[in-house]
């Protein structure tokens, strides 16, 4: 075979424009028919054919080169090849060369430009002579096409390129029978080719299913960690939950009104002294609810049930072993799309909170008394006054009543009018006696409805001799017809006896203008019963006011600093308000005690009337 320089470094695509020769003055294919032609070589045929079946059996992917290299082999001609249309649809991309071009290999020629685009315009075999004449990129192809005889190649019944064979030099033409073989195996290369490709594609899908599975299986592998660390977090908030629930005694709860569907915590069961396994209705709810607190309780479920409620409230339970506990409950009401009323909510066990607030209570009226006591030790004077009037008048009207028996004749009715009076003392007595008892017991707070002037005018009586010895003046103006409070009595006359002993105090060292106090009683414009006492005594430090009602706050060498603590505290109990100011005009301060009046008739404010003034000494007129 002829041997011919080595063209690799020669880039086919490298174009040299000239005049160009005309189609027909290169093609051959006409002529080809006419030559003489050789007997047909069906061995050689079959040969080939098979060499292609076995690569296709055995690797399909070099199909294309092998049927490059049988062409070459066939034909015996210098080279042979395939160029097939490129995706694009751009080139002719050469997909298999054998023999002198196999370096063009992977090179290109224009699509619609060149011998490929020829046959496939004609859509038959063409034989060329010397094609660089026409498409002059093939200048560069050394050495050059003599004759090229080209087939088209189909794949799907569309012609997608061409299958070539090149004599180089004149020692042979090609005639009739190198037509039919390059059409035969053309033909049969087409199949193949789509054998081969839907091989391919069939292995790109299998390796795209596999790539899915992986990727899915990762995704899976993903997916299941995330779901076991999701879990774990959402298991160790769980835990938090039930661990901080359990810590602050506080239970949840859902409640489904429409369905009675009733979820709890484990803390609830827990509060409620239940089997967590036993399903939750209201009726075992209402089952330890405190017999006093039942009626509350089916009101309250009443209205929440009918429309969405934020409630609060505290209420008692009676557990079986009949010991109370105390819970307050919070929850709130919604509605789902579908206008479902559901509740969420918290209910917390206070129990422990409620016993010491109440021995705290205890504690405090404890103090309470032991303070008003110590007052009350203050008043000695005052007290033992009080309860001398009477007695007084016992011993002279007993005098009397000897004296009208012993005349001569005795004045019966004299001495029966005196024993009457001796009688009505006796009352009076007794009256202090037990006002003073109550004040000193230790019985516990009695809430009542009560005259406020009524209990202020008590206590000023009770003062009235400790606050001459002091050589204080005192004036009351209490409202006759002030609507009752809602009060224990003993205490809010302790809180008054704070702020007339206070006001007293406040004055002691005070020489150079009237010791003045005025106490009134009425009804303010908020329709709160008020007290005031005001006094002139040194008034209040800017800046004290804050520190007054502390406990244990004193400018007293002697005092304890409870007094006012202790009035707040109580005045806080009957739902009411106290403070201090200095006097607006003039020197001294003003305590002012509001109260809210009880629900009863009510009271016209304007006819406040004053009551008898209860003075001693002189009163000036700017108190
Ligand atoms: N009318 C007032 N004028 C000026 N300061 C007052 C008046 N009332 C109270 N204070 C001041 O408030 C302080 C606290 O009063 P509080 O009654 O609580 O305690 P105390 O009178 O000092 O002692 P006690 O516990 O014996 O009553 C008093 O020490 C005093 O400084
Ligand atoms: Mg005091």
Request: with cysteine; proline share 5%.
């Amino acid at each position: 075979m002829t041997t011919y320089p080595n063209t690799a470094d020669v880039p086919l695509e490298t174009a040299v424009p000239c005049a160009l020769a005309s189609l027909e003055s290169i093609l051959r294919t006409e002529e080809l028919r006419r030559r003489p032609q050789r007997p047909a070589e069906y061995e050689k045929e079959t040969s080939a054919l098979a060499a292609l079946v076995r690569v296709l059996a055995d690797s399909p992917g070099t199909i294309l080169q092998t049927l490059a290299d049988k062409v070459l082999e066939i034909l015996q001609s210098h080279s042979a090849g395939l160029s097939l249309l490129t995706k694009d649809e751009k080139r002719f991309y050469w997909a298999a060369v054998a023999g002198v071009w196999k370096p063009h290999l992977g090179g290109s020629t224009p699509w619609d430009f060149g011998p490929c685009s020829d046959v496939l315009d004609h859509n038959a075999p063409m034989l060329f002579s010397h094609f660089e004449r026409r498409y002059p990129y093939f200048w560069t192809a050394i050495p050059p096409a003599v004759e090229c005889l080209l087939v088209p190649f189909y794949v799907n019944g569309k012609a997608v390129g061409t299958v070539w064979a090149i004599m180089h030099d004149g020692s042979r033409e090609f005639d009739g029978e190198d037509l039919r073989l390059l059409e035969s195996m053309g033909h049969f290369a087409s199949a193949a080719y789509q054998a081969v490709e839907s091989i391919e594609s069939l292995r790109l899908q299998i390796s795209a299913r596999e790539e899915a599975e992986l990727h899915l299986r990762e995704l899976a592998d993903t997916l299941e960690a995330q779901v076991q660390a999701r879990t774990e977090q959402l298991r160790l908030s769980e835990a938090f939950l039930a661990e901080a629930q359990h810590l602050s005694h506080t239970g949840s709860f859902s409640w489904r009104v429409d369905t009675h569907d009733i979820t709890w915590s484990k803390e609830l069961y827990r509060i409620y002294e239940l089997d967590p396994s036993i399903p939750v209705t209201l009726e075992l709810i209402r089952s330890r609810v405190h017999p006093e607190d039942l009626a509350s309780f089916d009101d309250a479920v009443e209205s929440v049930s009918s429309r969405a409620h934020h409630y609060e409230y505290e209420r008692r339970l009676k557990m079986p072993d009949q010991s109370v506990k105390y819970i307050h409950v919070v929850a709130h009401g919604t509605r789902d799309e579908g206008g479902r009323l559901e509740y969420v909510g918290a209910i917390q066990d206070v129990t422990e909170r409620r016993r010491s607030e109440q021995a705290l209570d205890k504690a405090r009226s404890e103090l309470a008394r032991m303070a008003r006591v110590t007052s009350l030790g203050a008043l000695t004077a005052s007290i033992a006054h009080e309860v001398n009037q009477p007695l007084l008048g016992i011993v002279t009207n007993a005098s009397t009543c000897l004296r009208m028996l012993a005349a001569d004749p005795p004045n019966i009715e004299g001495a029966r009018e005196t024993a009457r009076f001796l009688i009505s003392d006796g009352h009076r007595a007794s009256d202090v006696i037990k006002r003073l008892r109550s004040l000193f017991s230790k019985s516990s707070p009695a809430m009542e409805l009560l005259d406020l002037s009524e209990a202020t005018q008590e206590v000023v009586t009770l003062c009235l001799n400790e606050l001459q010895r002091n050589r204080v003046a005192v004036r009351t103006i209490c409202a006759e017809d002030l609507p009752p409070v809602r009060g224990d009595r003993v205490q809010l006359q302790q809180v008054i006896l704070n702020l007339l002993l206070n006001a007293t105090e406040a004055m002691r060292g005070i020489d150079e203008r009237p010791r003045q106090v005025l106490v009134r009683t009425y009804l303010d414009e908020d329709e709160n019963v008020r007290l005031t006492v005001q006094d002139t005594g040194v008034g209040l430090e800017p800046g004290e006011i804050e520190n007054l009602f502390a406990a244990f706050y004193t400018t007293k060498s002697d005092g304890m600093g409870i007094g006012l603590s202790i009035s707040r505290s109580i005045i806080e109990r009957h739902h009411g308000r106290i403070w201090a100011s200095p006097n607006s005009r003039g020197p001294g301060a003003t305590f002012s005690v509001a109260i809210p009046r009880a629900a009863v008739a009510p009271a016209d404010s304007s006819a406040l009337r004053l009551h008898a003034a209860v003075t001693a000494g002189a009163f000036a007129e700017n108190v």
